[in-house]
């Protein structure tokens, strides 16, 4: 790569490229397999549109990598010939099959294994369209681009703006299942190492990726804090059976309710989320 900047080294400082990458870290996200597909189908609708987003045809097989519960499998395989699923978990793979199997899709394939040691070709076929929605992928975005014959689609959140230290601190995430403080290390802002960082480093090696924006949100209004936590309960259909306060286990809402000048409360959402899409064909490899 011949430009002015390492693109390759600054994405190795993303909130994926941080991230431990052993196989009991694996086993940490498939304990909340149960939770990652509740999240998901409180937010379906606007899943889906991140979905149609993508286009591909119905000759195509489509590798979905990092799939999780199937988010984007479920509405990308009916669209196509087959549908491959890899993960690093065996619950969310066994939640994928059982939701593919209520809503009658048949065509989709899982594969378990672990991202940062498996190889394209190797330990999973490389099909027509590779796509990935918030996974270790995201880590290494060369490496990604080798999954598919035909095009890719990368789909990330992107940050309204960065915070005056170049950090998100909506949450934590797990990095490390053998050094706590890392696990309290606030990630880097993904609108900072996300996909800017990959659009550079893909048209560095001779891509040229398309971006789309997919934007959603909603505003409630209550009385109190507790008025607005019902009306999200009731929004999402999921509660934290962990806790008696009635609060959803899909969103960490609890810091984005506000209180106005009148004494009322109010929550003002907003999600954008960026797909990526580029022709893996374009790139040369150093």
């Given at each position: 790569?011949?430009?002015?900047?390492?693109?390759?080294?600054?994405?190795?400082?993303?909130?994926w490229g941080l991230r431990e990458t052993s196989d009991a870290m694996c086993a940490l996200w498939d304990e909340d397999a149960e939770m990652w597909d509740k999240r998901w189908k409180a937010e379906e609708c606007f899943t889906q549109r991140q979905a149609l987003a993508m286009d591909v045809l119905p000759s195509d097989s489509v590798i979905d990598i990092g799939c999780g519960a199937g988010p984007l499998a479920l509405f990308v395989a009916p669209r196509v010939q087959e549908l491959v699923a890899f993960d690093c978990g065996e619950q969310m793979l066994a939640i994928l099959r059982d939701n593919a199997h209520a809503r009658g899709i048949s065509n989709i394939q899982t594969i378990q294994g672990n991202w940062y040691e498996a190889e394209p070709g190797r330990d999973f076929p490389v099909c027509d369209v590779a796509i990935t929605r918030w996974s270790p992928a995201q880590g290494d975005i060369l490496k990604f681009s080798r999954c598919a014959r035909r095009y890719c689609y990368s789909?990330?959140?992107?940050?309204?703006?960065?915070?005056?230290?170049?950090?998100?601190?909506?949450?934590?995430?797990?990095?490390?299942?053998?050094?706590?403080?890392?696990?309290r290390t606030p990630r880097p802002c993904a609108r900072k190492y996300g996909f800017n960082v990959h659009f550079n480093l893909l048209y560095d090696a001779g891509a040229n990726p398309v971006i789309?924006?997919?934007?959603?949100?909603?505003?409630?209004?209550?009385?109190?804090?507790e008025a607005v936590f019902a009306q999200l309960a009731e929004r999402f259909s999921a509660e934290d059976e962990s806790s008696d306060t009635g609060r959803p286990t899909c969103l960490p809402f609890e810091n984005k309710i506000m209180q106005r000048s009148d004494g009322t409360w109010y929550l003002n959402h907003r999600h954008r989320i960026v797909i990526m899409g580029w022709d893996p064909r374009e790139i040369t490899y150093e």
């Open positions: 790569m011949n430009g002015w900047i390492d693109w390759r080294a600054i994405e190795r400082q993303n909130d789909v990330s959140s992107c940050a309204p703006a960065f915070e005056k230290d170049g950090f998100s601190r909506a949450g934590y995430w797990c990095r490390s299942t053998v050094d706590e403080t890392m696990n789309n924006y997919i934007e959603e949100g909603f505003e409630l209004i209550g009385d109190s804090k």
